[in-house]
C-alpha cells in the first residue's frame, strides 16, 4: 500500500515513519509548509518530497495521511476521496459540527474508506479492556470513568485557537466514552474552570473540567480533565458493571521501586504522549491497512469524529449556559 | 466519661462496645425497642437495661450515644442536649432539612456538644490523606473524586423509607467531598438510574447515580454511587491538587496473591462496611471523647450534618428535575 | 477456660489481654518477676497478682501461658504439665535441643497439651496463603522463599544472650519454611554477616543472614534476614509451585498514595511486630483455645519447636563451619 | 559504523534488525550455516548473504557480532579481533573457562574491542536500579536477591549440550548479582532438583535451583532459577541496603485490571524473552556502538564473561560435591 503525507509536524512524522517501517507499506511521498520538516522527514524514512496537490494527483498512491492544522482537515479529506485515496485524518475533522456533516457527505459520495485518528482506542491496554467488556467480563455496563492529564498546559496562543479545552483535549474522551458506553450519550452536563493557568481563563477557556453523561437506558459517564499533572501523562479508564469493574491504568516510566523511612516510592508515569501511545498508533496504523485492505470501512469512522465533535460541543455550551445539554447522536 | 446508649442495634452495638472496651470511658446503660437487643448488649458490655427516658433522665451520665432509627435522632438530640448531655449521633439528624434547622437551634441554645457519626472522616486512610492535603502535600486543591459502592442492595421496603440513595447513601460521600474540598459547594447536578435493581426504581429510587458540584473559586467535586459491587465494599477517594495527587483506595481482605497462567490474582476487598470501617468507629468514638473532655466542639457538628443533608436534598431535586441546582451553605 | 499468666512483659501483655477480651476465657492471675508489671496487667485485664508457684497449684486453672524469659521456658513447662495444665509456650523452649528433648518426654507424659507460640502462621495473610496451597492452588511446591527483616537491630546486650540470630530470630522463619515446605529439610546451608551493627559482629553474631535448605525429594527454600529495615518491618513469604507462585506480603501503614513529579509514594509498612501480627496473636490463642477444648493437640506443637530449633542450631553449625550441615527431623 | 552479523538465527535475527534501523549504522552482511535463515534477515535489514570468512576478511567492515552457537564464539572471536574488528558476541564466551582465558588473551593482544552480550544489564528497569544503587539510594549493599523464571523448560536435547542450568541459565543471574553487588563473590554454593521434568534429571540436570554467595566483606547474594513458571516469564531483582531496598520488577501484557466476586486480576507477565528484552537489545547495541566510537572499553568486558563463567562453574561443582566452591574472581 502505498501513502502520501500531508504534514509532517510531531504527529505526521510518527505516523509516516510508522509506514516506512512496515513491510506491507511504502512512505512515498510527503508534503509539509515548512520544506525542512517535510525533507527531514522524507530523508529519515526514505520517501521523496511532494507538494499537496502533487500527492493528491498522484494515481500511484493507495492512501494519504492527512496530519495537517485542524482547519485544513475537512478541504484536504474532500479533496483525497475525491481524488479516490483512503484517508486516515488526525482528529478533529474540523471544529464545525456543520462543516463535517458537509465533509462526511462527500466522502460518503465518494465512496473511499475514511479513518479518524482516535488513538486511544488503539492503545493495547484500552483495547483490551473494550475486548474483555464486549465479551461480557464486566457484565452489564453501569458507570464509565474516565480521567485524562496533560502533564502541562499549553501555550495561550494555541488555547486561543483551540476551540477550547472541550473540543482540543476532551474530544479524546468523548470517544472514549463512547467507545466503553456501547451505547449513545443523550445528555452532557459540564464544568469547568481555570485553575492551572489564569491566563487560559482570560483567553475564554478552562484548565480544569469534568462532565457526566447518561445515555438512554441510563449508563452513566464521568470525565476529568485537567491540563496539568505533576506525576506525568494520566490517562486511566475504569467501567464498573453488573458482574465487575474493568480498569486500565498508566504505564510507569520503570518498574523501579525504592522502599525507605519515607515509604514506596515508584517511577511517574510516561509523561509524553507519544511514548504512550507509540503502541498505539502503530496498531492505528495497521488497523487502517487491514480494513482498506479488506475492503471493509475503518473505524473510527468520519461519522464517529462527528459525533464527538457533537459531544464537545454540547459540553462546550453546557459549560457556558450551566444547564445540561441533550444530544441525539442516534438520529445522525 | 459515663455513657447512656439509645438504640442496641448493628451501628449501636458497635459503638456501645467502643465505650466498653476503653478505660476512660463506661457504657452504663442500653435502651431499645427490642429488650432483646438492648439486653444482649448490657450483658456483653457490662451495662444495665434501661428505658430511654430513663437513661435521659439519669444524671450520671455525661454522654448519649443516639443510634436510633432515623425518625427519632432530631427528638431524641434535643432531649438528651435539654437534658445536660453530650450527644453523639448517627447521621443523618433527619430527612428534613427544616427539622434539623429547628433541632440545631435547640442544641446552640442548650451549649451541650453535638456530633455527627460521619463515620468515614475517621477512617485511618482517608483521615491521613486530609490531613496532608492540609499540610499542602497535594497543593492547591482542583479535582476531588469520591467513589463509594456497596456490595449489594438493600431490601426493597428499606429503600423505600430512606429517603433515597442521594439522602441514604451519598449523604456520606457528600460529607465526604465537604471534608476534602475544604471550600463549599455551591451547585450540585445528578443523574442517576435503577440498573441494579428494577424494584428500586418502581420505588422511584435509583441505584446508580453520579454527582458533580463545583465551589465559588472551581474546584470540581465527582462523586459516583452504586448499590452493588461484586468485588466488595468499595471506597476510594482521589483528589488532584496543583503539586500532585492524592488517593486512598481499599483495603484487600489478605494480602495473598497467586499468580497463574490466568493472571495474578488478589483477593476482593473488604466486604462489610463494619470490618472495612471499625478502625474508623473507634476513632470517630474517640473523637468525641476527647473534645467532650477539652471542652471543644466535636466536629463533624451539627451544621455539618445540615450542609450534607441540603447536598443530598439538592442531588435529589436535580435528579428530579434533571437541572442543576444551587445551595448557599455559606450562609447557613 | 480460666488462665494463669506467667510472665507479663510485652508478649505476656498481649496474650493476658487477648484471654481477657474473649467471652469464653478469662485470665484469673498473672505472675511476674516485676510486681509492678503484673499489678498493671492484672488491673487492666481484670486478673489477680499471684506467684508462679501459686498459679501452678491453683487447681482451678485449666491452662497457664508462658511468657517468661527463655531460659525458664522448659522448667515451667515440665512444672505445668505435671500439674495438669494445658500450656502455651512462647518460643523457643529451650536454646538447647537436649534441653527441648527432655522437656517433651515430661509432656508426653503427663498427657496434656503443649502449644508453642509460632505466631506467624497464624497472620491471616499467611495462612489463607497456607491453606491455598494445601488446596493446590500452586500445585506441586518446589521453591519457598521467606524474608524477615526487623525494622532495627535490638541492643547487643540482648543480643549476647540470645543464642544468635539464627535461634533468635530466623528460628521463626524455619517455622514458616516448615510450615509452607510440607516436607522435612534435610540439609541447611548458612551464612551471615554483621553489616548492620559491628558491635553485633563483636559480640559473636551476625545481623544479616541467609539460609539454603533442601528437602528429600529436592524442594528448595531460601531465607534471608535482616536486623534492620528503614522502611518498616518486613515479613513476605513466596511459594512457587508446579501450577503457579503464592505469595503473601506486608501490610502498609495507610492505603494513602501521593503522586508528584518525585513518582507515587505509599506509606512504609507497619513498623512494630506487636501491630502487624496482632490479628496473629488472638488467632493464636484461639486455635490453643479450640484445640484444648476440642481434645486435640494444638499446632505448633512441642516437636514442631524441637524441629525449628534444630534447625537453627544446623544453621548456626553451618556458619561456624562453613559447610552445609544435615539433619534429620523425620526421625525425631 | 559498518556490522557484519555471523548468526541469523532468533537472537542475531534481533541485533541485526537493531542494527539496520539505526540511523548511524549499516548491517553489510549476514552468514548463517542455513542459506535460508540469512537470505531471509538480510532481505528484512537491506543486507547481503555472505560467507563468515568472507566477512570476517572484508576490511570495510567495524564491527561483527557473533550469535552462533557457544563452541564457535571463542574460535571466531579470536579471528575476529585478529582481523581488526570490534566484536559484540553473545553470552557465553565458551562452556570452559580456560578456553575464555585463552581467548581473552587473544583480544587484549588484538586491542580491540569485546562486548559480551549480559543484556539483562542493559534493561531500563535493571538498569535504573543499578543506577540509583550507585548513586546511594539504598546505602551500603547487603542482601541482593535475584529472580529468574523461564515460563517452560527447554526440550531435553538442549539441556544435554547447554553446560547445564548453572551455565546456559543461571549464568544471566551470575552476571547480574556480580553487577548490583559491586564487589565479586568469593564462596559459591548451591543446591538443585529436577522438580519440573525428570528427564532433564535423567540428563543430569537440574531444572530448579538456588544459589548463596557471599562477599568477602560479607555482602550476600541469592539466586533462585525455575525453568517454569506458569505466569510468564519471571525475572526480578532486589537489593536490600542500609538506607531502604530497591526493586525491579516484571511488566505485565496489559495495565487492565478486572475485580469480580473472586478477586482483582491482573494479567500474566510478558511471557517471552524477546519482548521482555526488546528494549536492552536496543540498548546493549547502543553502549557497544557508543563505547567503540568513543573509544572506550565497551561493558559487559570479556572479563566479565569469564567471571560469570567461574561462578556458574563453581555453582556447577557445588551442587556436584554438596559443599560451597571458593572463588577468587579479584585475582583474575
Redesign the interface.
Known amino acids: 500500500m502505498r501513502f502520501g503525507l500531508l504534514g509532517a509536524g510531531r504527529i505526521g512524522r510518527i505516523h509516516g515513519l510508522n509506514v516506512a517501517a512496515r513491510?506491507d507499506a511504502t512512505l512515498v511521498s510527503v508534503a509539509d509548509a515548512s520544506a525542512e520538516a517535510a525533507a527531514s522527514l522524507a530523508a529519515?524514512a526514505g520517501a521523496k518530497v511532494a507538494t499537496a496537490d502533487a500527492i493528491l494527483a498522484d494515481a500511484t498512491l493507495d492512501a494519504v495521511l492527512i496530519c495537517t492544522p485542524t482547519d485544513t482537515h475537512a478541504d484536504l479529506i474532500e479533496a483525497a476521496v475525491s481524488a479516490g485515496k483512503a484517508v486516515f485524518c488526525e482528529k478533529p475533522v474540523d471544529l464545525d459540527a456543520e462543516r463535517i456533516r458537509r465533509c462526511l457527505k462527500v466522502v460518503a459520495q465518494s465512496g473511499k474508506p475514511l479513518m479518524i485518528g482516535f488513538n486511544r482506542r488503539f492503545d493495547?491496554?484500552f483495547a483490551?479492556?473494550e475486548s474483555?467488556l464486549r465479551q461480557g467480563?464486566?457484565g452489564?455496563i453501569?458507570?464509565v470513568?474516565v480521567i485524562s492529564?496533560d502533564p502541562s498546559p499549553p501555550p495561550v496562543d494555541y488555547v486561543k485557537r483551540s476551540g477550547g479545552l472541550f473540543r482540543d483535549m476532551m474530544i479524546h474522551d468523548f470517544d472514549m466514552a463512547r467507545f466503553l458506553l456501547a451505547e449513545e450519550p443523550v445528555?452532557v452536563?459540564a464544568?469547568?474552570?481555570?485553575?492551572?493557568d489564569p491566563a487560559i481563563g482570560e483567553a475564554g477557556d478552562v484548565d480544569?473540567?469534568?462532565?457526566?453523561m447518561?445515555t438512554a437506558?441510563?449508563?452513566?459517564a464521568?470525565i476529568?480533565n485537567?491540563r496539568?499533572?505533576?506525576?506525568?501523562y494520566?490517562q486511566r479508564i475504569e467501567v464498573?458493571g453488573?458482574?465487575?469493574?474493568?480498569?486500565?491504568?498508566?504505564?510507569?516510566e520503570?518498574?523501579?521501586?525504592?522502599?525507605?523511612?519515607?515509604?514506596?516510592?515508584?517511577?511517574?508515569?510516561q509523561n509524553f504522549f507519544l511514548e504512550r501511545y507509540a503502541a498505539a498508533y502503530r496498531a492505528e496504523l495497521d488497523a487502517f491497512i487491514v480494513a482498506c485492505r479488506g475492503g471493509k470501512p475503518p473505524v473510527p469512522t468520519g461519522l464517529d469524529g462527528l459525533k464527538a465533535q457533537i459531544l464537545a460541543d454540547a459540553a462546550t455550551e453546557s459549560k457556558r449556559t450551566?444547564?445540561?445539554v441533550a444530544v441525539a447522536l442516534d438520529t445522525l
Chains 1, 2, 3, 4 share one sequence.
Open positions: 513491510a529519515t493495547p491496554n483490551a479492556l474483555r467480563d464486566a452489564a453501569e458507570i470513568s492529564r445528555e452536563f464544568v469547568g474552570s481555570a485553575l492551572v480544569t473540567a469534568a462532565v457526566l447518561r437506558s441510563g449508563r452513566i464521568q476529568s485537567s496539568r499533572a505533576t506525576y506525568g494520566d464498573h453488573s458482574k465487575g469493574m474493568l480498569r486500565a491504568g498508566n504505564i510507569h520503570t518498574t523501579v521501586e525504592i522502599a525507605t523511612g519515607a515509604g514506596f516510592r515508584a517511577d511517574p508515569v450551566g444547564k445540561p
